[in-house]
């Protein structure tokens, strides 16, 4: 039976045993009324002392009434009283019970459906059910809702991560161009106050950005670079490139994401890439050169050569005919200067060999530079290597500085990459003409100073020292000496990279250790220490 129908039963039966109760009242208080109504007659109409006995009957009959009226109201009370201990009970046991277990089901921390399966009727279980279904589908949305809300709070910690370390400005504009949003890397360019309430146009920064380069159909498409010059606080120019692209937000109002890179260093680097690649270019035409000059410079020494040995054969009939003392002769001789030339001629002819072994020595160290480099590690004397990069660097230090070699006779070959290594020399040599040049200068010297350069085997290793009188390092420089692009020289001078190019060669390349020691003033000493195997 369906729970509408129980109640309909219930409520009839109340409703009958209510109107049953009332009607057996209404009849005793019908009674009771009358026997009232009996008892003021009599007492209105007749003396108590001659109706004392009807009067006696009547109060019997007031009491039996009574009797019965409270014993009808005790037995309709305990009628009521149990009926209701019925009624009370089945309420608790279709409504109570299922309310109360479904209010603990519904305390769990994760209800399954079976937890909502109670034994009531068809209708609460119905309820039950549908309520169990909502809860569950209600705490799998929940959990859905705080896994989006935990993703989204780790994309914006990402986001906020991203904006806050990323070296590149990234600005958020609308369609006029007001910034919306910007990151740290922005402020730190531009020198404005981040705290700033004043609102800012992009166009502030950089007059010439145009915000909506592309027709309309297009800008969400594509991605828009131009090259421009972004204006600080200070009024400060700084060239940057810059990306541009749109999309909308949640309002439907169309904004631009902004990527502002500053250029400054890439500039840099680009000028020293396209002086490195003529550098390049000129050590490969050096090549062909050095080449091309070898060739005459070696018909020339062999022609001197020869003139050398005809002159002592000369020199030997000259002899033979001073011998002779012929006065006609003494007097052709006397008319021509002949001793001077006799003295002379076998000098000139030592200084053009001189001179020309000096070209080969310096096209020899050319060569060896310009030479390509094999992938593979070659045995090598390293005092040959040295030599190469004197030689090659001789007109940076020759006015400025002696340079002064000790390099042991005795030592072995090593394994090593010539060309590298002749690189690092070089770098050091010209390093040392540059400080003593740059001491000179400061304290208006004229006494050259002087670069000395050592090789000795200690052990296992073969150490380089190269130590010079120039103007020296404070600690700071000292510190730096080794990084990338870090120079103190002036513009166009020094690209910054000598030194750091000469730790990696022979840290990384060579397994060796490279050490610096400066006192400021008065000059530095770089000891590199190569392992022989």
Known sequence: ???????????????????????????????????????????????????????????????????????????????????????????YQVFIHPIHMLHSSLKKEKPSLDDFQISASNEIKDLSQLVGKSIIDLNETNQSLKMANEESNLAKA??????????????????????????????????????????????????????????????????????????????????????????????????????????TDRAQLMEQLLQAQKLESIGLLAAGISHEINTPAQYIMDYNSFLKDGFETVEKFLKKVHEINHPQLNKIAEDINLEFYEAEIPNAINGSLFGLEQISKIIKSVKGFTHPESTDKTFYNINDIIQDAVNVSRNEWKYHCELNLALDEQLPNIKCFPTRLNQVFLNLIINSAQAIQEKKKTLDLTEKGSINISSIQIGGNIVISLSDTGCGMCKETQMKAFDPFFTTKEVGVGTGQGLALAYDFIVTKHEGKIDLKSIEGEGSEFTITLPIQ
């Open 1 to 91: 039976m369906k729970i509408s129908h129980k109640i309909n039963v219930i409520f009839t039966s109340s409703l009958l045993i209510t109107l049953v109760g009332f009607c057996h009242l209404y009849i005793k208080y019908d009674e009771i009324n009358l026997l009232s109504k009996e008892f003021i007659s009599l007492i209105e109409h007749t003396a108590l002392e001659s109706n004392a006995e009807k009067l006696s009957n009547l109060t019997k009959n007031i009491a039996i009434l009574k009797s019965d009226l409270n014993n009808l109201l005790l037995v309709w009370g305990c009628i009521i009283l149990c009926f209701s201990i019925i009624i009370l009970n089945w309420l």
């Open 158 to 263: 990402r986001f906020k991560n991203i904006m806050d370390t990323v070296g590149d400005c990234i600005v958020c504009t609308d369609h006029q161009g007001i910034i919306l949003e910007m990151n740290p890397s922005f402020v730190r360019l531009t020198g404005i106050n981040k705290d700033d309430k004043e609102q800012l146009n992009i166009q502030n920064f950089i007059p010439d950005f145009k915000i909506n380069p592309l027709e309309e159909e297009y800008n969400s498409k594509f991605i828009c670079f131009q090259d421009s010059i972004l204006f600080d606080s200070q009024k400060n120019e700084t060239p940057v490139e810059i990306s541009t692209n749109s999309f909308l937000s949640s309002e439907n109002e169309k904004l631009f994401t902004v990527i502002i890179r500053d250029m």
